[in-house]
């Protein structure tokens, strides 16, 4: 399956949801359960299929800016990649 595009606006794909408040909260899929934290829970918690792929990357450069802007477009790219592959994310 092929990364996100600019425009692409990822959210959670059906049956996916999130339960628990805060940095606790945990990501229920059909298959089970993802404890995300850090990074990861950063990125999920803006694929709300209203922000595009690219606005998500915008966003997260700012929080992380001493990554480099390719770097954590890349990154940002797999892990919503591999998500998509595990029916966790739609783009």
Avoid: N
């Avoid at 959670?12 to 909260?25: D, F, I, N, Q, Y």
């Avoid at 940002?76 to 966790?88: A, D, I, N, T, W």
């Amino acid at each position: 399956m092929p990364r996100p595009q600019d425009s692409s606006q990822p959210r959670l794909a059906a049956g996916c949801r999130w339960a628990g408040e805060g940095e606790k909260r945990i990501l229920l899929f059909p298959e089970g359960a993802l404890k995300l934290e850090g990074t990861g829970h950063a990125i999920l918690e803006r694929c709300d299929g209203q922000r595009s792929f690219r606005q998500i990357v915008d966003e997260l450069q700012v929080l992380y800016s001493a990554s480099e802007p390719e770097k954590v477009r890349s990154d940002v790219g797999g892990f919503l990649e591999r998500l998509q592959q595990k029916r966790v994310v739609d783009f």
